[in-house]
């Protein structure tokens, strides 16, 4: 049969126990011969040679070592392996320290494909090559190898085995049966073992690096800071927060109402009755007094007369005495129509110059009657009295729903109500019987955007506060108190009452770089020096973790605002 029926493996001379064996196992023949350098050390020992027969028995292959080294063949022979001199010669089993002449192979070989009958005696004439064609089967080697808990120190025992005394010619006794511990068994259960131990520690690491959690739970609780803020409305202004100025819209409605009442005056139409003076100026002096123009009123027993023409003066002696007279008669006319200005001759007066005196030089005559009705500004009063008692709530609300619908926040306090326009009809001493007064009232409420009024609360309440701890939780705009004094439809003056609630502020990442890796005392003591926090409770886990993680993805905060 062919020679690659057989596997040939080259043996270093540095290969351990275990490497020759792991060779062994990988070949997919079953008869491997073994070319052994020389001076093979690791086969050298009893007990890697019976490892090497074991193997041998549990993957049921044949090994034959090739080899000349008269010191290995005792042991070949001891553990039952075959041993050939070259890949030609023939295989046998070498007999052991006390069994020399026992037998070349005489057992049957086991062919892969079908059994067959293995003679020694056939087999002696044989080269290795020739019995690669048929397995050996494990029958052929009857020898077992007992691996039993036999300490590896049996090697020395067992490979030093001479006589024990010299002199006595006798050879030491013989372990027909000699324990050698198992080394694959041992082996494994020693990876085993350092497997577990390796699991341990990576278990070990995993729950305290990455099992290792914290929680801290913070309670806060808010604190209040009332406001009052002066500061102005104006619809012509922008938004100044160092001024407290607040721009303004002002919404306007305009409300008209009449009312008529009886013209009560009186107007005479008759003829004007109508007169002359004469009038004097004093005493001489050196300046001339100044003419009386015409139009001018004369009273002449209480009723008015006026004056036709313009009068001059001249000095006049009389008696030894200089006086300025009128250079003539002044003719004078009666204000008005009626019989009541006749008959009127008594002395008379210039109200509008008191350094003219005057006398009646012709008794006024020719006034008649003629009574009508006219509008008096009595009558005027009477009517705009009765307008007074207007009911302006209604205005009020109106306004407010205006402003309120154009997105503004309705300023009531500033409700302000305009001068009244007035209208006569008809007008003041015209003839009638009736007069109608009408009154026009434009009505102003000023409204404001919630944002301006936000922007400047907060400014006003971020500069009572630790901006870096404290925030504003309700800044309170919405429910402010408006006091205005002073309104009108282009601005008011105003004081804001403003009641704001502010709470912690508390940056999460800022206060997971501050905590990691310290301990719980540590925790409390850094959160609760920022205001508002009255209390922090740490929790770790495991339960025997004692530290903040450094890992900030591992720390919960909690933050509980208590009101």
Not at 87 to 100: A, F, H, T, Y
Not at 297 to 306: E, K, L, Q, Y
Not at 398 to 412: F, H, K, M, N, R
Request: aromatic share 4%; hydrophobic share 35%.
């Amino acid at each position: 049969m062919s020679t690659d029926a057989k596997d040939t493996i080259y043996i270093d001379v540095d290969d351990e126990i275990t490497t020759i064996i792991d060779k062994v196992r990988k070949s997919d023949h079953k008869v491997v011969a073994l070319v052994l350098p020389k001076r093979a050390a690791t086969l050298q020992s009893i007990v890697n040679m019976k490892l090497l027969k074991r193997t041998a028995d549990e993957s049921k292959k044949n090994i034959v070592l090739i080899t000349s080294e008269a010191g290995l063949l005792p042991l070949a022979g001891n553990v039952g392996l075959h041993v050939a001199k070259t890949l030609q010669s023939k295989p046998e089993i070498p007999p052991g320290p006390e069994n020399i002449g026992e037998g070349i192979v005489d057992d049957a070989l086991e062919v892969e494909s079908e059994p067959t009958d293995f003679n020694s005696e056939d087999a002696a004439d044989k080269p290795v090559g020739d019995l690669a064609s048929a397995a050996l089967s494990a029958t052929a080697f009857d020898d077992t190898i007992d691996l039993d808990e036999k300490d590896l120190s049996d090697e020395k025992e067992a490979d030093d085995e001479k006589p024990s005394k010299k002199g006595k010619g006798g050879k030491g006794k013989k372990n027909s049966k000699l324990k050698i511990p198992n080394f694959l068994r041992f082996r494994k259960w020693l990876l085993i073992g350092a497997g577990i131990i390796i699991l341990l520690i990576v278990l070990f690491l995993i729950f305290n690096t990455s099992l290792d959690k914290a929680t801290i739970t913070v309670d806060t609780s808010n604190s209040n800071i009332n406001t009052n803020l002066t500061g102005t409305l104006s619809t012509t202004a922008n938004l100044d927060t160092t001024k407290d100025i607040i721009p303004a819209v002002a919404q306007s409605t305009q409300k008209s109402q009449s009312q008529q009442v009886n013209a009560t005056g009186q107007q005479n139409n008759g003829a004007k009755a109508s007169g002359s003076v004469s009038m004097s100026a004093g005493s001489c002096t050196p300046t001339v007094p100044q003419d009386v123009p015409s139009g001018v009123g004369v009273t002449i027993s209480s009723n008015t007369f006026i004056t036709q023409q313009a009068t001059s003066f001249a000095p006049v002696s009389n008696h030894g005495q200089c006086t300025y007279q009128s250079t003539g008669s002044t003719p004078v006319q009666a204000i008005s129509g009626g019989t009541q200005f006749n008959n009127l001759n008594s002395s008379c007066s210039v109200p509008s110059m008191s350094n003219i005196s005057c006398s009646v030089s012709a008794t006024t005559s020719g006034g008649t009657d003629d009574i009508i009705n006219i509008v008096s500004q009595a009558d005027i009063n009477n009517a705009t009295a009765k307008l007074a008692t207007v009911n302006t709530t209604t205005i009020k609300q109106q306004l407010q729903t205006a402003l309120t619908q154009a997105g503004l926040e309705p300023i009531s306090g500033s409700f302000a109500a305009g001068t009244p326009n007035t209208a006569v009809n008809p007008s003041l001493g015209t003839q009638s019987n009736t007069v109608t007064v009408t009154q026009t009232i434009t009505y102003t409420m000023l409204g404001i955007h919630e944002s301006d009024l936000q922007t400047l609360v907060n400014d006003s309440v971020n500069q009572q506060i630790n901006g870096k701890q404290q925030s504003i939780v309700s800044n309170g705009a919405r429910q402010a108190v408006f006091t205005v004094t002073n309104p009108s439809p282009t601005g008011a003056n105003v004081v804001i009452a403003v009641n704001s609630v502010v709470g912690t502020k508390i940056d999460v990442n800022s206060i997971k770089s501050q905590i990691v890796g310290k301990k719980s005392a540590d925790v409390q003591s850094i959160i609760k020096a920022y205001p508002g926090v009255t209390n922090v409770t740490v929790n770790f886990s495991p339960f025997w973790t004692d530290t903040v993680p450094t890992n900030q993805s591992k720390i919960t905060l909690v933050i509980k605002n208590t009101g």
